[in-house]
């Protein structure tokens, strides 16, 4: 699929893979593409954040009142493994943390 999108580019498109690919994994292109078309390919982690930036950033947001983490988070324990990943995928918290 992704060779698909890298010959829909236009000239000097851009081509993100945003997360992270398994270690070895080869993207399924030609890169002499990006040669005769211009095009970018990107990975983009976090955003491309500078965390030295973003993360202050989203604390002072947070201390504004600006962001409800509150509301975006919920705890489990280690025991309850199984349910952070079931509230994920209904939707009923958007960043569920495992404590142990």
Not at 40 to 51: A, C, D, L, N
Not at 74 to 99: L, M, T
């Amino acid at each position: 699929m992704l060779s698909n999108l890298a010959k829909a580019l236009g000239i000097r498109g851009v081509l993100a893979l945003v997360g992270a690919a398994r270690p070895g994994t080869e993207p399924p292109f030609e890169i002499g593409q990006s040669l005769v078309r211009g095009w970018t390919f990107k990975t983009i982690i976090q955003g491309s954040s500078v965390p030295q930036e973003f993360i202050p950033r989203l604390v002072s947001l947070w201390q504004q009142g600006r962001i409800p983490i509150e509301r975006l988070t919920r705890q489990y324990k280690f025991d309850e493994i199984n349910q952070p990943f079931a509230d994920s995928e209904s939707g009923a918290v958007v960043k569920p943390v495992v404590v142990f």
